[in-house]
């Protein structure tokens, strides 16, 4: 089945590491997009991306950066981890070329920082 | 931007009962409503959507209803099962767009045998 593919799905680093999340699909979809949900705060637009050649910034965007590799992979980093980054992370993706907003998630990254 | 609220942040109900859950929107542009659901665990999955040219909308047991005057939205569930068990998540489209979705902070429902 056509899927949206996260890893790694667990990571514990340091405070000062770098730190990379990807995301792969073979779902076909043009659009994707990086979530971070906290407990009690839903989830938070980090980053999306339409295109290859196209990223813009969500509501918290601040201390993360993106790259669009490919129609298919889009990977989310964070370039000096601070413990309040400590999230689960999800990857999502969308069709522009149906009538629906539907959002299809990965099964998620945790990730701690220490 | 849009600014969602959710109510209630926890729902506990016995099965067979039903449970509301209620939503509501800042920006009155927005015209797409979807309901996501996360078992625990999981990652959440789209369950009921609802655009603002109707009023209702049902899928089985599920049903949401939208009030763009007053600018809520609410998910009903009839029946509650155990497998109902998860947080719930309502979201509007920012601007009218369909890819921008602001997310309200999840209900967890809980459904006791």
Known sequence: ?????????????????????????TKGHDRMYWYRQDPGLGLQLIYY?????DINKGEISDGYSVSRQAQAKFSLSLESAIPNQTALYFCATS???????????????RLTVL | GENVEQHPSTLSVQEGDSAVIKCTYSDSAS?????YKQELGKRPQLIIDIR????????????????????HFSLH?????????????????????????TFGKGTLLTVNP
């Open chain 1, 1 to 25: 089945d056509a899927d949206v593919t996260q890893t790694p799905r667990n990571r514990i680093t340091k405070t000062g590491k770098r730190i990379m999340l990807e995301c792969s699909q």
């Open chain 1, 49 to 53: 991306s339409f295109d290859v050649k």
């Open chain 1, 95 to 109: 069709d522009s070329g149906v009538n629906t907003g539907e959002l299809f998630f990965g099964e998620g990254s």
């Open chain 2, 31 to 35: 015209n797409y409503f979807p309901w």
């Open chain 2, 52 to 71: 603002s040219n109707v009023g209702e909308k049902k899928d089985q047991r599920i049903a949401v209803t939208l009030n763009k005057t007053a600018k």
């Open chain 2, 77 to 101: 569930i009839t029946e509650t099962q155990p497998e109902d068990s998860a947080v719930y998540f309502c979201a509007g489209n920012s601007g009218g767009s369909n890819y921008k979705l």
